[in-house]
Protein backbone atom coordinates (compact mmCIF):
# COMPACT_ATOMS: atom_id res chain seq x y z
CA UNK A 1 0.00 0.00 0.00
CA UNK A 2 1.61 3.23 -0.95
CA UNK A 3 1.09 6.35 0.89
CA UNK A 4 1.08 9.86 -0.19
CA UNK A 5 4.02 12.23 1.74
CA UNK A 6 2.15 15.09 4.04
CA UNK A 7 2.55 18.48 2.63
CA UNK A 8 4.63 20.54 4.30
CA UNK A 9 2.74 22.29 7.11
CA UNK A 10 1.82 26.11 6.31
CA UNK A 11 4.42 28.52 7.23
CA UNK A 12 3.75 30.34 10.63
CA UNK A 13 3.77 34.16 10.45
CA UNK A 14 3.42 36.60 7.72
CA UNK A 15 4.79 35.48 4.03
CA UNK A 16 6.68 38.35 3.35
CA UNK A 17 6.39 37.61 -0.09
CA UNK A 18 4.23 35.16 -2.99
CA UNK A 19 7.74 32.87 -2.68
CA UNK A 20 7.40 32.78 0.80
CA UNK A 21 4.15 30.44 -0.10
CA UNK A 22 4.85 26.64 0.38
CA UNK A 23 4.87 24.88 -3.21
CA UNK A 24 1.34 22.31 -3.10
CA UNK A 25 1.91 19.05 -4.58
CA UNK A 26 0.62 18.52 -8.32
CA UNK A 27 -0.11 15.80 -10.49
CA UNK A 28 1.39 12.68 -9.79
CA UNK A 29 4.52 12.18 -12.22
CA UNK A 30 3.83 9.37 -14.60
CA UNK A 31 6.37 7.06 -16.06
CA UNK A 32 9.77 6.10 -13.76
CA UNK A 33 7.87 7.34 -10.32
CA UNK A 34 4.24 6.66 -11.35
CA UNK A 35 2.88 6.97 -7.49
CA UNK A 36 5.24 10.17 -6.61
CA UNK A 37 3.72 13.69 -6.77
CA UNK A 38 5.22 16.04 -7.73
CA UNK A 39 6.52 19.83 -6.79
CA UNK A 40 6.06 22.22 -9.05
CA UNK A 41 8.81 23.11 -10.95
CA UNK A 42 9.56 19.24 -10.92
CA UNK A 43 9.64 16.69 -14.25
CA UNK A 44 10.44 13.49 -14.86
CA UNK A 45 12.25 12.54 -17.77
CA UNK A 46 12.16 8.22 -17.97
CA UNK A 47 13.98 8.07 -21.18
CA UNK A 48 16.94 8.96 -19.71
CA UNK A 49 16.49 8.00 -15.81
CA UNK A 50 16.55 11.50 -14.77
CA UNK A 51 14.42 13.49 -12.60
CA UNK A 52 15.13 17.35 -12.56
CA UNK A 53 13.62 19.66 -10.47
CA UNK A 54 13.97 24.34 -10.58
CA UNK A 55 13.09 25.25 -7.59
CA UNK A 56 11.35 29.13 -7.56
CA UNK A 57 11.65 31.01 -3.76
CA UNK A 58 13.01 30.93 -0.58
CA UNK A 59 14.48 26.82 -0.10
CA UNK A 60 14.62 26.34 3.72
CA UNK A 61 14.61 23.95 6.01
CA UNK A 62 10.87 22.97 6.42
CA UNK A 63 11.02 22.69 2.24
CA UNK A 64 14.43 20.28 1.94
CA UNK A 65 12.51 17.95 4.43
CA UNK A 66 9.81 17.77 2.10
CA UNK A 67 11.90 16.92 -0.64
CA UNK A 68 14.15 13.97 1.33
CA UNK A 69 10.29 12.53 1.73
CA UNK A 70 9.93 13.07 -1.87
CA UNK A 71 13.11 11.70 -3.08
CA UNK A 72 12.31 8.40 -0.66
CA UNK A 73 9.15 8.12 -1.89
CA UNK A 74 10.38 8.05 -5.29
CA UNK A 75 13.60 5.62 -4.74
CA UNK A 76 11.13 3.26 -3.13
CA UNK A 77 8.99 3.53 -6.14
CA UNK A 78 10.65 3.20 -9.29
CA UNK A 79 11.57 0.62 -11.03
CA UNK A 80 14.62 1.68 -11.57
CA UNK A 81 17.23 3.96 -10.36
CA UNK A 82 17.42 7.30 -11.41
CA UNK A 83 19.50 10.56 -11.73
CA UNK A 84 18.41 14.00 -10.05
CA UNK A 85 19.46 17.59 -11.17
CA UNK A 86 18.64 20.41 -9.42
CA UNK A 87 19.12 23.88 -10.47
CA UNK A 88 19.25 26.32 -7.82
CA UNK A 89 19.30 29.59 -9.89
CA UNK A 90 15.58 29.83 -9.73
CA UNK A 91 15.84 30.77 -5.59
CA UNK A 92 15.15 34.06 -3.97
CA UNK A 93 16.75 32.90 -0.78
CA UNK A 94 18.62 30.62 0.63
CA UNK A 95 17.68 29.77 4.73
CA UNK A 96 19.55 26.34 5.65
CA UNK A 97 20.68 25.44 8.30
CA UNK A 98 24.51 23.76 8.64
CA UNK A 99 22.40 21.37 11.08
CA UNK A 100 19.74 20.34 8.60
CA UNK A 101 22.69 19.88 5.79
CA UNK A 102 24.64 17.33 8.00
CA UNK A 103 21.43 15.67 9.02
CA UNK A 104 19.89 15.51 5.52
CA UNK A 105 23.29 13.68 4.36
CA UNK A 106 23.51 11.25 6.87
CA UNK A 107 19.51 10.50 6.22
CA UNK A 108 20.04 9.95 2.84
CA UNK A 109 23.05 7.73 2.97
CA UNK A 110 21.85 5.17 4.62
CA UNK A 111 18.07 5.56 3.06
CA UNK A 112 19.30 4.99 -0.14
CA UNK A 113 19.62 1.04 -0.42
CA UNK A 114 19.45 0.63 -4.35
CA UNK A 115 22.20 -1.74 -5.69
CA UNK A 116 23.20 0.99 -8.65
CA UNK A 117 24.86 4.47 -7.18
CA UNK A 118 22.94 7.25 -8.53
CA UNK A 119 24.06 10.84 -9.28
CA UNK A 120 22.94 14.20 -7.68
CA UNK A 121 23.25 17.39 -9.19
CA UNK A 122 22.97 20.57 -8.07
CA UNK A 123 23.52 23.61 -10.95
CA UNK A 124 23.68 27.44 -9.46
CA UNK A 125 25.53 30.31 -10.98
CA UNK A 126 25.49 32.24 -7.95
CA UNK A 127 27.24 32.43 -4.42
CA UNK A 128 24.94 31.22 -2.02
CA UNK A 129 23.05 28.65 -3.55
CA UNK A 130 26.33 27.46 -5.02
CA UNK A 131 28.18 27.30 -1.59
CA UNK A 132 25.46 25.28 -0.22
CA UNK A 133 25.59 22.61 -2.80
CA UNK A 134 29.29 22.79 -2.32
CA UNK A 135 28.77 22.03 1.16
CA UNK A 136 25.74 19.25 1.03
CA UNK A 137 28.22 17.81 -1.90
CA UNK A 138 31.60 17.21 1.04
CA UNK A 139 28.67 15.91 3.61
CA UNK A 140 27.94 12.78 0.88
CA UNK A 141 31.44 12.08 0.25
CA UNK A 142 31.45 8.38 -0.46
CA UNK A 143 28.24 8.01 -0.08
CA UNK A 144 25.94 5.53 -2.75
CA UNK A 145 24.56 8.95 -3.67
CA UNK A 146 27.05 10.91 -5.45
CA UNK A 147 26.17 14.72 -5.31
CA UNK A 148 28.67 17.31 -7.40
CA UNK A 149 27.92 21.25 -7.40
CA UNK A 150 28.47 22.96 -10.53
CA UNK A 151 28.57 26.82 -11.44
CA UNK A 152 27.96 25.49 -15.08
CA UNK A 153 25.22 23.95 -16.56
CA UNK A 154 27.01 22.34 -19.63
CA UNK A 155 29.60 20.52 -16.92
CA UNK A 156 26.68 19.05 -14.73
CA UNK A 157 25.24 17.90 -18.41
CA UNK A 158 28.53 16.16 -19.18
CA UNK A 159 28.72 14.29 -15.58
CA UNK A 160 25.11 13.25 -15.62
CA UNK A 161 25.43 12.19 -19.20
CA UNK A 162 22.47 14.38 -21.10
CA UNK A 163 21.93 16.79 -23.23
CA UNK A 164 21.90 20.21 -21.68
CA UNK A 165 18.64 21.39 -23.17
CA UNK A 166 17.19 18.71 -20.94
CA UNK A 167 18.23 20.51 -17.74
CA UNK A 168 16.68 23.78 -19.44
CA UNK A 169 13.33 24.37 -17.51
CA UNK A 170 10.74 25.01 -20.58
Known sequence: MHRSPRPPPQDKGVPLAEER???QLTSPMTDILQTLPMLPHMRAHPEIGLLTWHPKGVLDDELVN???V?????????AQPFN???DLNGLTGVKL???LLYRVSQRRRTAYTGNVRVKSAFY????VGYASARIYAALMQNAPIEVRAFQSL???AEWLEVPVEILIEK
Open 124 to 127: CSRG
Open 154 to 156: EAA
Open 21 to 23: KRP
Open 84 to 86: RFT
Open 70 to 78: LAEAGEAAA
Open 97 to 99: SFG
Open 66 to 68: HVV
